[in-house]
């Protein structure tokens, strides 16, 4: 028998085809099966570099399920050693990049082959053309197309059909009836390098494709028209194939653009890209086109910034003079500029502005839109140009106060979320992301720039008098505090709205910086009454520090007078708080000001503003007496005070019951709360502990948990082992640690349901194994309680069969070998022997060889040579080492007989002599006659392991995956 094999486009252009007919059998991609692509595969893995034969074989599989074809497999292993793998620190990656290589590189340099073979540029430009327009080409539309190429010369005399029928039957382009596609996006890469070898004739070609098109003889002009635009777009990208159209054909695409881009609507975007790329220079739209998506940087991190185009004033008075450039920019402006991804700064609106004046209303109704976004990188842009008409942007004002203005519903569900965050009942990185809401974000910057704008045009007046004064103190003091030298005037007049909210704060800032004794009674009065916002005590105190704090004493004397016992302890701690803290919103220290103040207080407040100093700094604070009893008798002390009062009981004993209850009941800071409870732990305060119990902060309930179950005996009561359920992750956490240190038989039911617990530190990503903390320690902990029953193992079994933590799989499986009934050894080995994903198989072995002293005689007889000589090396290897340890001394050395005529696995015997040495010293020197005499690795492996050995020693005694499986086991790596 004979038999001749070819490509199939090749035969088909030879016309061999017909006389060969009774005897052809087709053979494409998908008549290479598995069993034909994993032979093909494994037979190339011994050509590589030997480091990276073990990445190939345990790669084999998401290899081959990506490609299908020999020539990508051939084109793999091409790519594979020619990677710079210390640049790509993971394996996946790697191999990841090997398959994107194979794919690129089979297709291409195919297709480069075949255009080149047959000399078939031309016919390939047409067909890239129309296809770059278009994703789909008809076939009688391009028939059409080549009768009329065939008038311009023999070049086009055979057409483009017969590369069409050429690449169909190569599999590069797919037919479903009439129209053709792409079959890889490969292909048009491949096409694209044929066309850059000939770009002149490729160019030229594009040119007349474009002619015909655009035609009236054409197939269709107004089709013909519109596919040449998006043709001159798509061919953007590779400027050396860009045709330059005829005049004629660019007079017929302007008009077009021109008519697309009037009627505005959801293409208007697109339209306008295609007038960038597509519309001539004599095009007043075109040109517009091309100053709004200019962009003067296109380097990296520039890219998305925009900037006006060069050009004189004649261009400029050119563009003003077309109502259909102001219609367009108009357009742009409403439609584009609010979900505009690159960044619009205010300088737009004046250049904008010299193409097409009058285009305030357009940006009001721009800052309509985007007052409803978040974050937003035309803000600047919309406000400087929509804030041309203030009395216009009074609706936008409006509108942004609404946005800002969280109803009840809002407020509930930002508090529950807060308090789930707090609870830790999300990962850290997914609470981060629904920490970080940025709705209204865009709103708040069109209040501010209303109010920089008024107090620069109209004047700050207008703000006191405004209808939403309220609304816009915030944006007008932090503006206000801004300057270097406010004005006198309109600080007062700033007062005159601004005292008594809760915006007050940035008016003593203010003042801290340009002082007034105008405002010096104010001031007092404010430290006098004190406020109910905290920011505004401090600061109204800095500003006295700073500015009259020969006041101070008068102040202290009054609120003594004034029986106000905590507000002089107040002002006591914000001075020794202030002189180690900064203060201001803008980070200016006041450390120098608040000693000197602090200097001026009364004796016994000065030992209180020392004392928190000294908490402050970590210096261990004292008190007098008299200090001590002025904080023992406030009637009805602040947060702040308690806290304080908290911080001196862990140096100082102090009487903190009514704190510690209080606190736990009413503070809305789950620090606070952490803070009244480790207290209560402190003295022993056994009710307040099982309120906490009960709180809704998770910390506490863990804190208390803790102090609660460390003085029981287990097993610990329902109560306790009912926060397995709890909510919060540090509940949990806190619970299986405790039953960690805690073991009885009747806490299973509660680490069985902690075993299941899938909360993690962070997010997985695809690729990745996750992590789950608390599981992995309830598993540890179920360790500790012995034999398991059959339930309690079935439900741990199907656990580890379904978590994403390879951690967790692997301690369920070894503990399923220590404590639980021999069958689950016989899963395990089923599992490891069996087709399946790699890293479960290496658990399951792994399992049974971490707990070979409890593994059942009938387990180990059922490893045999066959297994050993045909599974995954990391399962061999590990079987290998439980026989060695437990098996019959006749079924091992006949396993070992059998693995040292594997030339590729002979180098496991080294694990095989290692484990023996300590069992039979005899057998192990009788395993180690069986490899080669005096080698480095047998006397290595005699020795016990130790000394030191060559990296490449081992190399000749098996194939690098099982010579890895070895070193893994005889010398491991340190962790780092």
């Not at 086109?289 to 004189?312: K, T, Y």
């Not at 910057?445 to 207008?462: N, P, S």
């Not at 029953?789 to 069969?801: F, M, T």
């Not at 040292?900 to 484990?915: D, G």
Request: hydrophobic share 45%; net charge negative; aromatic share 6%.
């Amino acid at each position: 028998m004979i038999v001749a094999t070819s490509r199939l486009d090749v035969a088909q252009s030879a016309g061999a085809l017909d006389t060969v007919k009774p005897w052809r059998v087709g053979l494409e991609a998908e008549h290479y099966g598995g069993v034909e692509r994993r032979r093909l595969y494994r037979t190339r893995i011994d050509a590589l570099p030997r480091k990276l034969q073990p990445l190939a074989k345990e790669s084999e599989g998401s290899v081959l399920a990506e490609l299908a074809t020999p020539l990508e497999i051939q084109k793999f292993f091409d790519a594979l050693p020619t990677l710079d793998d210390k640049e790509r620190r993971n394996p996946a990656g790697l191999v990841a990049e090997a398959i994107r290589r194979a794919h690129q590189d089979s297709i291409e340099r195919t297709v480069v082959d075949q255009i080149e073979d047959r000399q078939d540029v031309r016919a390939a430009a047409v067909l890239w053309g129309l296809l770059k327009a278009n994703d789909k080409l008809s076939l009688r539309l391009l028939r059409q197309i080549e009768e009329s190429l065939t008038e311009h010369g023999p070049h086009f005399e055979e057409g483009v059909s017969p590369l069409v029928t050429f690449f169909v039957a190569a599999r590069n382009l797919r037919q479903v009836e009439s129209t053709i596609t792409y079959y890889h996006p490969r292909v048009e890469a491949g096409i694209e390098q044929a066309l850059n070898r000939g770009s002149l004739v490729a160019r030229r070609t594009l040119r007349l494709l474009i002619d015909i098109l655009v035609s009236p003889d054409g197939p269709d002009e107004a089709w013909g028209v519109a596919t040449s635009a998006r043709m001159l777009l798509a061919v953007d990208r590779t400027p050396d194939l860009k045709p330059a159209p005829s005049s004629t054909a660019h007079v017929k695409i302007d008009a077009w653009l021109a008519a697309e881009l009037a009627r505005g609507g959801k293409e208007f975007e697109s339209n306008l890209r295609l007038a960038e790329a597509a519309g001539s220079a004599n095009s007043n739209i075109s040109e517009a086109a091309r100053f709004l998506l200019n962009r003067p940087d296109r380097s990296f991190g520039w890219m998305h910034i925009w900037g006006p185009p060069e050009h004189d004033e004649a261009w400029y008075a050119r563009m003003r003079t077309d109502p259909a450039v102001k219609k367009l920019v108009e357009t742009f402006i409403r439609d584009v500029l609010p979900h505009a991804r690159d960044d619009f700064r205010a300088g737009f609106v004046v250049e904008a502005d010299r193409i097409a004046p009058g285009l305030t209303p357009a940006f009001l109704a721009a800052a309509a839109t985007a007052v409803h976004f978040g974050v937003t990188n035309s803000h600047d842009a919309i406000a400087e140009g929509a804030l041309n008409d203030l009395a216009g942007f009074e609706l936008i004002v409006d509108e942004a106060i609404k946005v800002r203005t969280p109803s009840s519903a809002d407020l509930k569900r930002a508090a529950e979320l807060h308090l789930a965050i707090v609870n830790g009942e999300y990962s850290d990185d997914y609470a981060e992301h629904l920490a970080d809401d940025d709705d209204g974000w865009t709103a708040g910057e069109f209040l501010e720039a209303y109010v920089q704008r008024v107090r620069a045009t109209v004047g700050w007046r207008h703000l006191v008098e405004h209808r939403r004064c309220k609304q816009l103190l915030y944006y007008w003091f932090r503006d206000l505090a801004k300057d270097e030298a406010p004005p006198a005037d309109e600080i007062a007049g700033a007062f005159s709205v601004g005292r008594g909210t809760d915006d007050e704060d940035d008016l003593w800032h203010v003042l801290t910086k340009a002082w007034d004794a105008g405002f010096e009674q104010a001031l007092v009065d404010r430290v006098l009454e004190g406020h109910p916002e905290p920011r505004v005590q401090v600061a109204a105190l800095t500003c006295v520090a700073e500015r009259a704090v020969e006041r101070l004493p008068a102040i202290c004397e009054a609120l003594s007078e004034r029986g106000q016992d905590g507000r002089l302890i107040e002002i006591a701690i914000e001075f020794g708080d202030m002189r180690r803290r900064r203060s201001d919103f803008d980070g200016t220290r006041h450390g120098e000001a608040a000693e000197r103040a602090a200097a001026l207080l009364p004796p016994p407040l000065r030992a209180i503003s020392d004392a928190k100093f000294a908490l402050e700094t970590k210096a261990p604070p004292t008190l007098s007496e008299e200090a001590r009893e002025l904080l023992a008798r406030v009637a009805a002390p602040s947060e702040k005070l308690r806290l304080f009062r908290f911080s001196l009981d862990e140096h100082l004993q102090m009487c903190v019951p009514d704190d510690v209850q209080w606190l736990l009941a009413n503070t809305e800071e789950a620090s606070h709360a952490v803070e009244a409870i480790e207290t209560a732990i402190r003295h022993r305060m056994t009710a307040e502990l099982e309120v906490g119990l009960s709180h809704k902060f998770a910390d506490v309930v863990a804190c208390a948990l803790k102090a609660i179950a460390t003085s029981l005996e287990p097993p610990l009561p329902e109560p306790l082992l009912a926060l397995a359920r709890h909510k919060g992750s540090p509940v949990r956490r806190a619970l299986v640690e405790v039953l960690d240190a805690k073991p009885h038989s009747q806490h299973l039911p509660a680490l069985l349901l902690l075993a299941k617990d899938e909360w993690s530190r962070r997010s997985s990503y695809q690729g990745e194994e996750d992590d789950y903390p608390i599981a992995q320690a309830a598993v540890a902990a179920i360790g500790k309680l012995g034999s398991l029953d059959n339930e309690s193992a079935d439900e741990l079994y199907r656990v580890a069969i379904d978590t994403r933590d390879p951690d967790v799989r692997y301690e369920i499986f070894a503990l399923l070998v220590r404590a639980a009934d021999p069958r689950f050894q016989g899963q395990l080995f089923e599992i490891a022997v069996s087709p399946g994903r790699r890293i479960v198989r290496l658990a399951a072995a792994g399992a049974l060889i971490a707990g070979f002293e409890q593994v059942a005689p009938e387990t180990v007889s059922r490893i045999t040579p066959p297994l050993l000589a045909t599974r995954i090396e990391g399962v061999a290897s590990r079987l290998l080492l439980l026989l060695a340890a437990r098996g019959e001394i006749d079924d091992f050395v006949k396993a070992a007989e059998a693995l040292s005529t594997l030339e590729k696995r002979r180098v496991l015997l080294l694990l095989a002599i290692w484990v023996m040495r300590d069992r039979d010293a005899g057998v192990a020197e009788r395993i180690a006659r069986m490899l080669p005499m005096n080698h480095a690795g047998v006397k290595w492996a005699l020795a016990g392991a130790t000394g030191k050995l060559d990296d490449t020693a081992l190399d000749d005694l098996g194939d690098p995956v099982c010579v890895e499986q070895v070193l893994s086991f005889m010398r491991p790596k340190k962790k780092r």
